[in-house]
C-alpha cells in the first residue's frame, strides 16, 4: 500500500468553494433584504460550476467524467464488494459518480431558476427585463427554484451519508482525509500530474472568481442584481411619518397621489 495523490489543489479549493457557497446561498435565501447577496452567491456557484464542468472534460484523470463508473453493471459489482476492505475504485465509485453528476446538474438547475425567478418575479438581474407582475403573484419560477434546492439538501444529505459508510467500510483507503490533503492510499502509486494547460485554466478560473467577489463588492449595484424599479428613500421624503407612523402604516410615495 502506499499513498497516491488523487485529488490536485485546484479539485480541492474547488470543493471547499463550492461547500462554502453553497452553505452561504441556503444561510441567504430566507430573509428578503439578502436577496441581493443570495444572487451574486448563486452567480459565484454557477462560475464554480463552469469550473468543474471543464475540469470534468479536460482535467486530470480522477476528476474526468468519463472516470465516473456508472452502469448497471459496475453498481452491481460494487455493491457486492461493499464490505471488502480493498476497493478497486480509485476517484469517485459507481453510487459516488451517480450522487456528483446528479450534483451538478441540480446545482446548475437551481442557478438557473434562481436567475428566472430573481427577474420575472423581482425585476432584478440580467432578466429584470423579463418582470411581470402576474408572475409576481403566482411566484412560479421562485416555486421551481425552491424544489430544486430542496432535491440538492437530498443530494447533500446522501454524499455525506456516502463519505460516512465509505470511512466505516474502506477505513484504509482514507478517503475523508483525501477530501483535505488529496492524498489516498491505494495498492499501486496511481498519482495525477497537473500539464501545464490545467495548471493555466484552473488560475485563470481562480483569479476569475476572485475578481468577480471584488467587482460585486466595489460596485454592489451592477447589472447582475440591479432592479428596474428606483428604490425610494421614505426616510428623506416624510421623516416624520417614518418615525411616527410608518412601524405600522405603509408610507405611500408621494407621486401615487399626484
Ligand atoms: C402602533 C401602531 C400604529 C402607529 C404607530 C400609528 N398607527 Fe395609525 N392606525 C393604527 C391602527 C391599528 C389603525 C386602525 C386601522 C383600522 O381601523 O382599520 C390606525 C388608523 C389610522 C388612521 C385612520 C385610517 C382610517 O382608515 O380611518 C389614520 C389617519 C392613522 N392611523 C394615521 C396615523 C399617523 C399619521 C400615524 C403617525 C403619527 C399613525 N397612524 C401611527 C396603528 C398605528
Not at 447577496?37 to 472534460?57: E, K, Q, T
Request: glycine share 6%; with cysteine; proline share 2%.
Amino acid at each position: 500500500m502506499q499513498k497516491s495523490y488523487i485529488w490536485s489543489l485546484p479539485t480541492r479549493v474547488f470543493h471547499a468553494l463550492f461547500v462554502l457557497f453553497i452553505l452561504l446561498a441556503f444561510l441567504s435565501a430566507d430573509e428578503d433584504r439578502w436577496l441581493n447577496y443570495h444572487a451574486i452567491i448563486g452567480y459565484g456557484v454557477l462560475i464554480l460550476l463552469v469550473f468543474r464542468i471543464f475540469w470534468g472534460i479536460f482535467g486530470p484523470k480522477y476528476s474526468l467524467f468519463k472516470d465516473f463508473s456508472i452502469g448497471k453493471q459496475n453498481v452491481k459489482e460494487f455493491l457486492n464488494n461493499i464490505f471488502e476492505d480493498n476497493q478497486k475504485y480509485i476517484g469517485h465509485n459507481p453510487l459516488a459518480s451517480y450522487v456528483m453528476i446528479a450534483m451538478l446538474i441540480v446545482a446548475l438547475l437551481t442557478v438557473i431558476t434562481g436567475v428566472l425567478a430573481f427577474g420575472i418575479q423581482e425585476g432584478k438581474g440580467i432578466l429584470s427585463s423579463w418582470n411581470s407582475p402576474f408572475f409576481k403573484e403566482m411566484e412560479l419560477f421562485k416555486g421551481i427554484h425552491e424544489i430544486f434546492s430542496t432535491l440538492f439538501l437530498v443530494l447533500i444529505v446522501a454524499h455525506i451519508a456516502g463519505v460516512l459508510s465509505d470511512r466505516l467500510l474502506h477505513k484504509k483507503h482514507e478517503t475523508l482525509n483525501s477530501i483535505i490533503t488529496g492524498y489516498k492510499i491505494t495498492n499501486d502509486n496511481e498519482s495525477v500530474k497537473l500539464n501545464i494547460f490545467q495548471k493555466i485554466f484552473a488560475f485563470f478560473m481562480f483569479i476569475l472568481f476572485i475578481g468577480f467577489l471584488l467587482f460585486n463588492f466595489y460596485k454592489p449595484n451592477n447589472i447582475l442584481v440591479s432592479s428596474i424599479y428606483k428604490t425610494i428613500d421614505y426616510q428623506t421624503q416624510n421623516e416624520v411619518f417614518v418615525n411616527e407612523c410608518a412601524s405600522c402604516h405603509t408610507l405611500y410615495p408621494s407621486h401615487a397621489f399626484a
